[in-house]
């Protein structure tokens, strides 16, 4: 019968290590790839744990004390770093939520580094921490080596989590984008441009983006043409925004609409509609997905599909604390309902413009 020795000896580490890895044991920190190497031996030698100790190891996990403090780990620095109309009424959202049951936010940091290092090894761990809320579009690997620390989680506008078990709240991007393409076609527009950003760590990547995607798709469902003329990667970035809506306005054939797949895209590119003595929506029709506060105060004020937002943290909070307090075994995917909210700027005016 093969023995935890072994195992330790074939690996290179100490049998207490490799103790660690077969129980779950998340008392200390292990590197992913030595628990690869462990459980690819344990594997290779045919060895079977033993049941009483596993259910010890099972007591002890069951029997830690909670923490009351939560973690936030987000992808990008910028949405903590500064005030985001969209992002700031969801982090909102979550510390009033947490406060009322008596938990501690914890904003552990952003991910801008790579997993090897060794802060962001020492911070996640379940001695710290009784759950965490991830913010972004997170790689996949670095999902499955927190969830190899942590058993609580919920995600937020993250990709995987399918194939990870991991809990996701959000909205379905793809069919807001088509309820906005439905209403500019309602009002008499069939050449329809988009702005947005992509994913990724420079957010270039549009193909992958599932608002992008619900633009595609929209216009492939109504029979509409996509020319990649008047499409804009703008990264998320209002300057990029505008001066991709002034390449466009230069162009011979123009759309008549634009979906951008935030307001404050759409709000910048707006701003060089006027700059080129071009009406809004005779000349070019708008319409944005977020629903900020200032999309209302824009000149025209701005048609847009109103997203919960307070409500997506405050829902990921009470995901989270059912996974804590056991009342929830499985993870869940809840999508929070949209609105579309037509406003001026894709008003259907009876002197529109085909350009």
């Known amino acids: 019968m093969t023995t935890l020795k072994e195992i330790a000896e074939h690996v290179g580490v100490s049998i207490s290590t490799v103790s660690r890895v077969i129980n779950n044991d998340l008392s200390r920190n292990i590197h992913p790839e030595t628990k690869r190497k ?29 923490t009351m403090q939560i973690g936030c780990l987000v992808q ?29 936010l914890i904003y552990i940091d952003s991910f801008d580094k790579k997993i090897e ?38 995600a937020l506008e993250t990709a995987h989590t399918d194939r990870l078990d991991v809990s996701l709240v959000d ?14 076609i309602e009002q008499g527009h069939e050449k329809i441009g988009f702005i947005g950003g992509g994913t990724g760590a420079d957010y270039v990547n549009l193909s992958d983006e599932e608002r992008y995607k619900g633009y595609v798709k929209a216009l492939h469902e109504f029979g509409l043409e996509l020319e990649s003329d008047w499409i ?8 990029l925004s505008y001066s991709g809506m002034k390449k466009i306005l230069n162009l011979d054939s123009k759309p008549t609409a634009m979906f951008c797949a935030s307001d404050t895209m759409a709000i910048a590119a707006m701003r060089a509609v006027y700059e080129n003595k071009l009406q ?6 708008f319409i944005g997905i977020d629903n900020i506060e200032m999309s209302l105060y824009s000149n025209p004020p701005l048609s847009t599909i109103h997203i919960p937002k307070y409500e997506i943290g405050k ?25 579309l909210i037509a406003r001026e700027s894709s008003e259907n005016k009876s002197n529109l413009k085909h350009l």
Request: charged fraction near 25%; include cysteine; proline fraction near 5%.
């Open 38 to 66: 462990v459980w690819d031996a344990v594997k290779d030698y045919g060895y079977k744990p033993n049941q009483n100790a596993r259910n010890l190891a099972s007591q002890k996990k069951t029997e830690k004390k909670k």
């Open 76 to 104: 990008h620095p910028h949405l903590i770093e500064r005030y985001d109309p969209y992002y700031s009424p969801i982090f909102n959202g979550i510390s009033k939520t947490l406060t009322e049951h008596k938990y501690s």
């Open 117 to 154: 290092e060794t802060d962001f090894y020492r911070t996640i761990n379940s001695d710290t921490l009784d759950g965490i809320i991830l913010f972004g579009n997170f790689e996949e690997n670095v999902l499955s080596f927190i969830k190899n620390q942590i058993s609580c989680i919920v």
């Open 171 to 184: 909205y379905d991007r793809q069919s807001a984008c088509r309820a906005a393409i439905k209403h500019l």
């Open 232 to 239: 804009v990667n703008a990264q998320w970035t209002p300057s």
């Open 280 to 285: 809004i929506p005779e000349d070019v029709a």
């Open 315 to 339: 829902a990921a909070v009470n995901v989270l604390l059912n996974q804590i307090e056991e009342r929830m075994d499985l993870p869940v995917v809840t999508l929070l309902p949209y609105q």
